[in-house]
């Protein structure tokens, strides 16, 4: 399903009409607003899962996104810090963060972002991740955090993989996606609850360039990212929105992986004390989720009790993930379809026996 774009408002002549798109992420409800319909579609296709609620939204947020030229003079506040190559501006809950063609405004006591950008690209990619930090805060809120990893299903048992950056996630996700006993949470950020529970989170797919082969044009586009340079994009509907896992994934197996240079896969049982110092790690510290810290960091002091919950209650959720979890060391071959064929292979062999 792919949300649907309605006119805002606009001059008699019919021109620069805004349009707005409205998105569901659990009790929250995002709308973005712009003359810019291309710049819609293309976010509507990343986040088609996305465009219908499943429960009554309680928050609202909204981002308008104008392509044309910085206004600078509208920047307030002093010097922060820089993050992400951009400079971050404000105090309280005001927030400017100056890029090298774009402007990024945020307002936390309104719920309110804007995206300023001469660019197509830059506009749509600064729009995106807006998007993403925002909803990101949301759920937090929620008691829902994001996992840096590579979540799937198999035949009904949860799996986390947690890679670095650019270490292949999205490549195994898509060839154990080939087998439909297999369904998704989320190739990049899978959802964790206070009980330990994953939860899907499945915007559309991104590739490394080159990658990709093998699917269909009309579901891949490429994007141009100032920070990892060219993607390839996989819409979710590629696999269709019913492979997404329709229930919260229990007693998860957590895969540290790596690669190797040894002749086939192997996975070790990981020593559960090292195992929670990393969970902690990835869902306290939020290491490479997409926070956007030089828009959401907020040093007053409602920003600091702020920010002292949000840890908090990541933590109860890490380690109730670590709780209700086993871990392993993963290490994986060169041979993508090798490696999917035997993390399957011993995850229904472990979850057959039990001892998974």
């Given at each position: ?47 088609s ?5 499943r ?50 405004a ?15 690209e ?12 925002l ?18 299903s ?10 670095p ?13 080939e ?19 994953v ?11 080159g ?18 340079g060219?993607k ?77 919950g ?14 209700n ?8 071959t060169?041979d ?21």
């Open positions: 399903m792919v949300p649907a774009l309605y006119p805002h408002d606009g001059r008699p002549d019919g021109r620069a009409v805004v349009m707005s798109l409205s998105l569901f992420f659990g009790l929250c409800r995002l709308t973005i607003h712009s003359t810019n319909e291309g710049l819609l579609d293309r976010l509507a296709r990343d986040f899962y996305f465009a219908a609620p429960v009554k939204p309680s928050d609202y947020v909204t981002i308008r996104a104008e392509l044309r030229e910085p206004d600078w003079s509208v920047i307030r506040g002093r010097y922060l810090f820089t993050h992400f190559n951009g400079r971050a501006y404000g105090w309280g809950d005001r927030r400017w963060v100056r890029y090298a063609e774009s402007l990024v945020y307002d936390a006591a309104a719920n309110q972002g804007s995206v300023t950008s001469p660019d197509e830059l506009l749509y990619h600064y729009t995106y991740y807006l998007m993403i930090a909803v990101g805060k949301q759920l937090d809120a929620h008691g829902f955090h994001r996992f840096h990893a590579l979540g799937v198999v035949t009904g048992q949860a799996a986390l993989f947690s890679m950056i650019s270490g292949g996630k999205t490549t195994l996700g898509l060839t154990l996606m087998d439909p006993a297999v369904s998704l949470y989320s190739e990049d950020t899978p959802l964790i609850d206070s009980r330990g529970l939860h899907p989170f499945a915007p559309r797919l991104s590739l490394r360039d990658h990709g082969a093998g699917i269909p044009e009309r579901w891949i586009r490429i994007k141009s990212d100032p920070v990892f060219r390839t994009l996989v819409d979710v509907d590629y696999y269709g929105q019913h492979r997404v896992a329709a229930t919260p994934g229990q007693s998860p197996l957590v895969f540290w992986s790596i690669k190797s240079t040894q002749g086939k896969p192997s996975v070790r049982a990981m020593h559960p004390l090292r195992s929670l110092v990393w969970l902690v790690y990835y869902i306290v510290i939020g290491k490479d989720c997409p926070q956007r810290a030089e828009v959401l960091l907020r040093f007053s002091p409602g920003g600091i009790r702020m920010i002292a949000l840890f908090f209650r990541r933590l109860v959720a890490a380690v109730q993930l670590w709780r979890s086993r871990s392993y060391r993963f290490y994986m060169r993508v379809p090798a490696n999917a064929a035997f993390i399957k292979d011993f995850i229904r062999e472990n979850t057959r026996s039990g001892r998974a």
